[in-house]
């Protein structure tokens, strides 16, 4: 008789400061809840919500809740367009509905999200760092840029796919702009507290390259890949 003594879980493949050695879908599940909770609560400006997420401010904390918000918003974004596959398959006769590219995107948009948000969050700690003469850690600012941009990009996604259901996915587009404007508004504040600039115009350049660089990675990454 034979004993399987493997400690549960899974071993992570690459080594992020803070992470358990191993670690269980439930348990990832149950780090994930209340991250996303604060992040959305973070979103709509409850009291004390920065507070807490800054509290939270971990390593581990900032990819679980970059990841959950990538797969939750992959999802939907591929359901999306499948939707839109079928749409133009109904009304374009001969047009052939591509039911690769929802998965390829699936596939792909979790691994590009992360990269983009990372890269634009160090570009504009960069920024905040040698350019404008700010004081925090790399950490800090990732979080309080991250916890907006989770709620951001899975209320943005969960929009367009409840739209496009329905057929409106050009005023989906519309919202989806509204969207990121008020959560570039609310990183503004998250970064205000963090640095205290002198100069107002530096948070929001600061917040800005973390926009326009996210954006610039995720669409060379996506043109290259897919």
Not at 29 to 40: E, I, K, M, N, Y
Not at 110 to 126: C, D, E, K, L, Q
Not at 188 to 216: C, D, E, K
């Amino acid at each position: 008789m034979s004993f399987n003594n493997n400690p549960p879980g899974f071993k992570l493949p690459v080594n992020i400061p803070d992470a358990p050695e191993r670690v269980t879908w439930p348990e990832l599940v149950a780090t994930a809840v209340p991250l996303l909770r604060t992040s959305f609560d973070a979103f709509r400006r409850k009291p004390g919500a920065y507070e807490t997420a800054l509290g939270q401010a971990t390593w581990w904390h900032f990819w679980v809740l970059v990841g959950a918000a990538s797969l939750i918003s992959g999802v939907a974004t591929a359901f999306t367009l499948l939707i839109i596959e079928v749409q133009l398959a109904a009304i374009f006769a001969g047009y052939q509905a591509d039911f690769l590219r929802p998965i390829l995107g699936l596939i792909l948009g979790i691994p590009v999200s992360f990269f983009a948000f990372y890269g634009g969050s160090y570009a504009s700690y960069w920024w905040a760092i040698n350019q404008a003469g700010g004081r925090a850690r790399l950490i800090e600012h990732s979080y309080a840029l991250a916890v907006i941009w989770a709620a951001e990009n899975i209320i943005a996604a969960l929009v367009t796919l409840a739209l496009s259901m329905i057929g409106l996915a050009g005023i989906a587009l519309l919202i989806s702009v509204g969207v990121v404007i008020y959560a570039l508004v609310v990183m503004t504040g998250h970064l205000s507290r963090l640095y205290q600039f002198p100069n107002r115009s530096q948070t929001w350049i600061t917040a800005g390259v973390m926009v326009v660089t996210s954006w610039m990675i995720s669409v060379l990454l996506q043109s290259f890949l897919l």
